[in-house]
């Protein structure tokens, strides 16, 4: 039996039982686990609220070799982002990163990199002004952080470098763009412009602090909109459930 603490973004909990909760979060040391919160509906000491999606802890927990959930034991509250809880929009933006998260990712594997990209977005929610066009740099930097990474760089067929002169489409089974000497290699292409992938490109090689110095036009960003839906509906197989309230509150 081990007794761990590590850093923690509260994906999901779910009731359990009559007193317990069962909790997913993603975590700085060890990647996404999933444990059980023992009497969390009746013990406000030991939890309080911190098992709300979006709360960012220092969780304690229990992990035995015999059981694939852990127990969760005690919490300590770093931030709980209450300034975007009287804002419905930030909300569904915030509850659509939890969500490619939680299902996205594997259970046990450490991705540092993930915590922090989760935590700097939702940190970035905070702020006045958060575009929705930060969310297709989201979704384009965990793609890449789980191996998905959309190839923006040179076609996907022949390798041939990007050109600001070629014409381009984008391929979801292939994961990037197809130039227009392979368009006819290739069915249920997707429209992209040259522009949007120009940005793409800038998006992928500029660091976290630098990316609110991109800026999508409303057609790049329903471009981007249309081909990560459709990349994540491939990879997933399905349509997530928050960018449907997001379509509801448009």
């Known amino acids: 039996m081990l007794h761990l603490s590590t850093e923690a973004i509260i994906l999901q909990t779910t009731d359990f039982a009559e007193w317990d909760r069962i ?7 060890f990647g996404k686990i999933r444990g059980i919160a023992k009497g969390a509906k009746r013990s406000r000491k030991r939890f309080g609220n911190a098992l709300e999606p979006f709360t960012h802890n220092e969780i304690f927990f229990v992990e035995k070799e015999t059981q694939g959930l852990v127990r969760f034991e005690r919490c300590h509250i770093i931030n709980m982002f209450t ?15 939890l ?3 939680n ?10 990199e993930i915590f922090s990209l989760l935590l700097f977005f939702l940190n970035l929610l905070k702020e006045d002004g958060f575009r929705e066009d930060l969310m297709r740099i989201f979704e384009l930097r965990l793609f890449s952080l789980l191996g998905y990474q959309p190839q923006f760089l040179s076609c996907t067929t022949c390798g041939h470098e990007f050109r600001v002169e070629e014409r ?8 990037g763009i197809v130039c227009s000497k392979c368009l006819n290699k290739h069915p249920n292409l997707l429209p992209l412009s040259n522009g949007t992938i120009r940005i793409f490109q800038q998006a992928q090689n500029l ?8 800026f999508f ?8 909109k249309m081909i990560f839906g459709k990349f994540l509906e491939y990879h997933v197989g399905r349509r997530p459930k928050s960018l449907d309230l997001l379509d509801q509150l448009r």
């Open 23 to 29: 909790v997913s979060v993603y975590t700085k040391d």
């Open 83 to 97: 300034e975007m809880a009287h804002n419905l929009r930030k909300v569904i933006y915030g509850s659509y990163f």
């Open 99 to 101: 969500e490619l998260v």
């Open 103 to 112: 299902t996205m990712t594997p259970e046990r594997e450490k991705n540092s």
């Open 168 to 175: 381009y489409r984008f391929s979801v089974k292939r994961g």
């Open 207 to 214: 660091t976290l602090l630098k990316i609110k110095r991109i």
């Open 217 to 224: 036009s409303p057609s790049a960003n329903e471009e981007g």
